[in-house]
């Protein structure tokens, strides 16, 4: 019997049409794990230099039999189907980051869990505190409200709901 792990996958997009490439991925990863939950879409301004048009973002829950590396490869394969250019700086049709799997702490050359940046992003913290908000931090322990307190106010209000997932 295969094990399903409950993991969770940040989304954005910040090249039109942006809502179709967050639906077009999410039901790329639909397909291949179960899809549990899937947060509000959210606004953000560009993330320091990467890109030049603001971000729609949100983050979805899996339940997934894939390993962490193959899930990893599957994620960085749906984002090649839907034209990624993964030039350093560069707009992107979408974005798919591995944040959490299962709690679980994951350190290699190609893969580093939890995601080592997601605790200072506002745009990942907030939809993610609504799909899970007791969440918890694997390495800090810290909770997402936490978490969100210690992001920069600015930053917090940068990052507004701009809708339901359609």
């Keep these: 019997m295969k094990i399903n792990h409950r993991c969770y996958i940040g989304l954005g997009s910040n090249i039109p049409p942006r809502r179709h490439y967050l639906k077009q991925a999410r039901g790329l990863l639909a397909a291949e ?5 899937v947060s509000s879409i959210y606004e953000s301004p560009p993330w320091r230099d990467i890109g030049t048009h603001p971000y729609l973002n949100q983050v979805v829950a899996l339940d997934t039999v894939h390993a962490p590396a193959d899930l990893m490869e599957r994620l960085l394969h749906i984002e090649q189907c839907l034209g990624r250019d993964r030039t350093a700086g560069a707009d992107r ?9 299962a709690g679980q702490l994951i ?5 580093q869990l939890p995601h080592p ?11 993610l505190q609504e799909i899970a908000p007791r969440w918890r931090h694997p390495v ?12 920069p106010q600015a930053e917090r209000v940068q990052t507004r709901r701009v809708g339901n997932v359609e």
């Design 33 to 37: 794990s179960r899809l549990v939950a």
């Design 93 to 101: 049709t979408i974005d798919l980051d591995l944040l959490d799997y």
């Design 107 to 111: 350190y290699t050359p190609h893969l």
């Design 117 to 127: 940046r997601m605790h200072r992003r506002a745009f990942v913290l907030l939809p």
């Design 140 to 151: 800090s322990h810290l909770t997402i409200d936490q978490l969100l307190a210690a992001i």
